[in-house]
């Protein structure tokens, strides 16, 4: 199993510029996140999916985009980039909502300038 | 709404040496609380959790945590350091399920020889 897989690894935008961040997971989870890691803070959650065509906002949603048509795959998008973005991104996922074991995919890091 | 604090920003301990990283959360009701150990580079792996029960929690790679409710803590422990434990480490709390979980900000452990 390659578990949770993301790409790009690293990623440098311009304002304004739109992008897709891609979260891959082969593990059959139900659950999957994305969550921002920025210093002094903590991870904290942008989107999650408790299932194939189901989203929901967690608590920094405001400037992202997310969709869920596949149990495998929870891409985030970037609208139109803002230097506020700028930190690394994780993806994880989990057999279900109530299951706390998540998975944490490499993590991606976006620069916007 | 929960809260959790890592006292330490930044941990040094010789190898051989014994470890207690802090963690101090705030939360209305019985806690769900985690560790979770982040590998430069890598993402997040769980080290162990707590949900009820046994205060003494045993984990992964030879860490424990013990769960004292009269002060708010849950801190993460292991006798004896090895080079490979430089990382860095998140507690996180919530209710029991994953869209609700908050993090520290970790504490950051360099080991010396």
């Known amino acids: 199993n390659a578990g949770v897989t993301q790409t790009p690894k690293f990623q440098v935008l311009k304002t304004g510029q739109s992008m897709t961040l891609q979260c891959a997971q082969d593990?059959?989870?139900?659950?999957m996140s994305w969550y921002r890691q920025d210093p002094g803070m903590g991870l904290r959650l942008i989107h999650y999916s408790v299932g194939a065509g189901i989203t929901d906002q967690g608590e920094v949603p405001n400037g992202y985009n997310v969709s869920r048509s596949t149990t495998e795959d929870f891409p985030l998008r970037l609208l139109s980039a803002a230097p506020s973005q700028t930190s690394v991104y994780f993806c994880?996922?989990?057999?279900?909502?109530?299951?706390?074991?998540?998975?944490f995919g490499p993590g991606t890091r976006l620069t916007v300038l | 709404a929960q809260s959790v604090t890592q006292p330490d920003i930044h941990i040094t301990v010789s190898e051989g040496a014994s470890l207690e990283l802090r963690c101090n959360y705030s939360y209305g009701a019985t806690p769900y609380l985690f560790w979770y150990v982040q590998s430069p580079g890598q993402g997040l792996q769980l080290l162990l959790k707590y949900f009820s029960g046994d205060t003494l929690v045993q984990g992964i790679k030879g860490f424990e945590a013990e769960f004292k409710r009269s002060q708010s803590s849950f801190n993460l422990r292991k006798p004896s350091v090895h080079w490979s434990d430089a990382a860095e480490y998140f507690c996180?709390?919530?209710?029991?399920?994953?869209?609700?979980?908050?993090f520290g900000a970790g504490t950051r452990l360099t080991v010396k020889p």
């Open positions: 994880a996922s989990s057999r279900s909502y109530e299951d706390n074991e998540q998975f």
């Open positions: 593990m059959n989870h139900e659950y």
């Open positions: 996180a709390v919530g209710p029991g399920n994953n869209n609700d979980m908050r």
